[in-house]
């Protein structure tokens, strides 16, 4: 069964900081690997996705590298904004759905 | 972007008293749609996935007869809590794959309140 872990909970950190989040999974059999943005009791903003042949994927200051083997995925947010408090959350996709993390919560202070 | 909307965004039911929620998809055809619960603080939980056209497939631990799921069209997928009691109280999200995509597109959730 894959489990998967975040890393840390919460975080809290001064406007303009980089933010560095983690995610770890058991299994590396994966297809890929999500990154989603969660506000307070919203839905889910997929924010980047890695296949399991990719290193890394990059959107504007938003950036993931996925290390597959070693069951690995890092999520750095450059010059973090007060916009950007929110629960991140990844997922790896199996073999036919997404497990998920508890996912780390995110407070940027202005 | 593919949207996928849900209704009601937040219902408040009496416990023995049954609940639907729809999941639809907007702008594109959801061949697989999926059902979640997320309690606070806690993961995402897969409770069933469904097909259109056919049964849903339930995750371990979910009880299919009190958690029905229809996919009746390439567009809609409804979950019906059955005799809801209080501990069935959670945040119900769905989401839906569109044709040959890997990427999952969410909806805003439902928030069920059981009294």
């Known amino acids: 069964k894959q489990e998967v872990t975040q890393i840390p909970a919460a975080l809290s950190v001064p406007e303009g900081e980089n933010l560095v989040l983690n995610c770890s999974f058991t299994?590396?059999?994966?297809?890929?690997l999500q990154w989603f943005r969660q506000d307070p009791g919203k839905g889910l903003t997929s924010l980047l996705l890695?296949?399991?042949?990719?290193r890394e994927q990059t959107s504007g200051r938003l950036n993931a590298s996925l290390d597959k083997s070693s069951g690995r995925s890092t999520l750095y947010i450059a010059a973090s904004q007060p916009g950007d408090s929110a629960t991140y959350l990844c997922?790896?996709?199996?073999?036919?759905?997404?497990?998920f993390g508890a996912g780390t919560t995110v407070t940027v202070r202005a | 972007g593919a949207v996928v909307s849900q209704h009601p965004s937040r219902v408040i039911c009496k416990s023995g008293t049954s609940v639907k929620i729809e999941c639809r998809s907007l702008d594109f055809q959801a061949t697989t749609m999926f059902w979640y619960r997320q309690f606070p603080k806690q993961s995402l939980m897969l409770m069933a996935t469904?097909?259109?056209?056919?049964?849903?497939?339930?995750e371990q631990g979910v009880e299919k007869d009190k958690f029905l799921i229809n996919h009746a069209s390439l567009t809609l997928s409804t979950l019906t809590v059955t005799s809801a009691h209080p501990e069935d109280s959670s945040f119900y999200i769905c989401?839906?794959?569109?044709?040959?995509?890997?990427?999952?597109?969410f909806g805003p959730g439902t928030r069920l309140t059981v009294l």
């Open positions: 997922a790896v996709k199996g073999d036919y759905k997404l497990s």
């Open positions: 299994d590396s059999a994966i297809y890929n």
């Open positions: 469904s097909n259109e056209g056919s049964k849903a497939t339930y």
């Open positions: 890695i296949q399991s042949s990719q």
């Open positions: 989401s839906a794959n569109g044709v040959r995509t890997d990427t999952q597109y």
